[in-house]
């Protein structure tokens, strides 16, 4: 049994500047309000340091997920374990190259495992939440980013 939250976004700025983003992961806490810190290498199977806020001035969580897996330009993939290692979940970000000027991204998480039903519908309408907040806070940002670039090329 599975169990998915996501939400996409069309952003206004090339794939790769998106990535820029993602990837630095130094500046998360300038523009992302659901992940405040986020530490480590991107490489498959090394640990990440990451705070988690699912609800705007709530309880912070600090998680260490493993890298499952990383593409450039395209996805990162992390894996937590839940429910004394019966439920996995896996935290994704995507980026689709949609032109030279637009991408889409996608960011969610998806349960798997026996006890996947003890993930509650309550926890999964928080986190759509929560991933509606960042999705729509990295399009903002890189737009702006963009924006920025063509009136400034350098």
Do not use: C
């Not at 992940?35 to 290498?41: K, L």
């Not at 450039?72 to 937590?80: A, F, I, N, S, V």
């Amino acid at each position: 049994m599975q169990r998915a939250v996501e939400f996409r976004t069309g952003v206004k700025a090339p794939a790769e500047l998106v990535w820029e983003i993602v990837s630095d992961f130094a500046t998360w806490k300038d523009w992302n309000p659901i992940h405040p810190r986020m530490e480590g290498e991107m490489r498959i199977g090394s640990t990440l340091t990451v705070e988690l806020a699912p609800i705007a001035d709530g309880p912070v969580a600090t998680l260490q997920p493993i890298v499952q897996d990383w593409v450039p330009y395209e996805q990162l993939h992390w894996r937590t374990k839940r429910l004394n290692g019966f439920v996995t979940a896996i935290r994704y970000l995507e980026i689709e190259n949609m032109g030279p000027e637009n991408s889409t991204f996608s960011n969610g998480e998806l349960f798997m495992g026996p006890l996947v039903r003890f993930i509650s519908r309550e926890e999964r309408r928080k986190l759509r939440g929560a991933y509606t907040r960042m999705g729509e806070a990295l399009r903002d940002h890189a737009e702006a980013l963009w924006s920025q670039r063509q009136k400034n090329p350098t």
